[in-house]
């Protein structure tokens, strides 16, 4: 009975490395990790904006994440991550934004500072993280 668990489990371990194996879907994954930071980081400022009476600046925030929400669906399905996975990933995401701000929009410029530009090149430019990723991905084979 042991030696049937050590192959199943080795079956299942070789399975799950030979499918991170692909440069395409390791790139797909790291991008996507990128964007639903980024929707997170979005969706926050989005909501103090709200909070703060600026209902334009948290409109163009609140359709940036929708932006980077869409390609952060594609890269997931690329990269084949379950439902599951990629909302747990958001969670994640919106938890480690709350820490970073201290729990107030009174400290949003925490969030700004590590991750404005690289979210608004994410917004503006999509396919071309992608592509970074997938040219770090091809230089390590």
């Known amino acids: 009975m042991g030696k049937k668990l050590a192959a199943i489990v080795l079956c299942v371990c070789l399975t799950v490395v030979s499918a991170h194996a692909?440069?395409?879907?390791?790139?797909?994954?790291n991008a996507h990790?990128?964007?639903?930071?980024?929707h997170a980081y979005?969706?926050?400022v989005s909501g103090c904006a709200a909070l703060s009476k600026y209902p334009k600046t948290a409109k163009l925030y609140e359709r940036a994440a929708d932006h980077v929400l869409e390609y952060m669906l594609v890269l997931g399905e690329k990269a084949?991550?379950?439902e599951d996975a990629m909302l747990s990933r958001t969670k994640l995401s919106i938890r480690e934004m709350g820490k970073l701000a201290a729990g107030?929009?009174?400290n949003i410029?925490?969030?700004?500072?590590r991750f404005a530009d690289r979210c608004k090149?994410?917004?503006?430019?999509?396919?071309?993280?992608?592509?970074e990723y997938l040219i770090k991905e091809h230089q390590k084979n």
């Open 22 to 29: 692909d440069p395409a879907v390791n790139a797909a994954n």
């Open 33 to 38: 990790y990128e964007f639903t930071t980024c």
């Open 42 to 44: 979005f969706s926050v």
């Open 80 to 82: 084949n991550l379950s």
């Open 104 to 106: 107030g929009c009174q």
């Open 109 to 113: 410029s925490s969030l700004t500072v």
């Open 121 to 131: 090149r994410a917004a503006e430019e999509p396919a071309k993280i992608y592509e």
